[in-house]
Every structure is written in C-alpha cells, then in structure tokens.
Nanobody
Framework: VQLQASGGGLVQAGGSLRLSCAASGGAFTTYYMGWFRQAPGTEREFVTAISWDGDRTHYTDSVEGRFTVSRDIAKNTVYLQMNSLTFEDTAVYYC???????????????????WGQGTQVTVSS
C-alpha cells in the first residue's frame, strides 16, 4: 500500500484545513487508517483513526470536536478536516494504515504498517 498525503499549508489561528490521504496498491478497505502528527523536538503523536468501513472513529482529546476524519472507499482516500486550528496544531501530519482494529494498537505508531510522506501544517498565532 502506498499512501500520499496532501493538503497542508499555512493558516491563521481559528482557520481550517482539509488533509487528504490517497491510497494505492493494496486492499485499502482492510485497514484502519490513522493520522499522526509530529512537531519539532517531539514524539510522533496519535491524532485520529477510522475503521475500514468508516463507521468507527477515535480522536485524541486535544482535537475532539475540532477535527473530523472520514474516508471515501470508492476513491481510496481518507480525509482529515481540521477546524478551529491553534498554534499547538502546528506539525507534520502523517497518514498511515494498520491491520489492527483495537484501540490499544491503532493509537500507537509502531503498529502501523504503511506511512505516507507527511504534510506540513503551520498555524500562525
């Protein structure tokens, strides 16, 4: 599976961005898809994940209510709609695919099989 993330950019605090992650080369629908982010000098952290059918989602507390993850199975694409962005959301955002469906695993980066290249999100305060 190859993943291609896009949609990052520079936005003012309070603004919105939508990230996309296009998948190819594999059985996209068998994987949970996750978004992680990494700011300079920090560990890569879990942001959100979505089940293979899009029916189940999970968010880290800091983005709950502001971010929305979705997937379009027909287009093999996962989206991350980010609203009410703050400076603390500034990071490189990565999409990833995992064969695990339990929260303990899909919230941890080491259990992901495939990663996209990352897209920079910069929020100006």
């Amino acid at each position: 599976v190859q993943l291609q993330a896009s949609g990052g950019g520079l936005v003012q605090a309070g603004g919105s961005l939508r990230l996309s992650c296009a998948a190819s080369g594999g059985a996209f629908t068998t994987y949970y898809m996750g978004w992680f982010r990494q700011a300079p000098g920090t560990e890569r952290e879990f942001v959100t994940a979505i089940s293979w059918d899009g029916d189940r989602t999970h968010y880290t507390d800091s983005v709950e209510g502001r971010f929305t993850v979705s997937r379009d199975i027909a287009k093999n694409t996962v989206y991350l709609q980010m609203n009410s962005l703050t400076f603390e959301d500034t990071a490189v955002y990565y999409c990833a695919a995992t064969s695990y469906s339990l929260r303990y695993y899909y919230t941890r980066s080491q259990y992901y099989d495939y990663w996209g290249q990352g897209t920079q999100v910069t929020v100006s305060s």
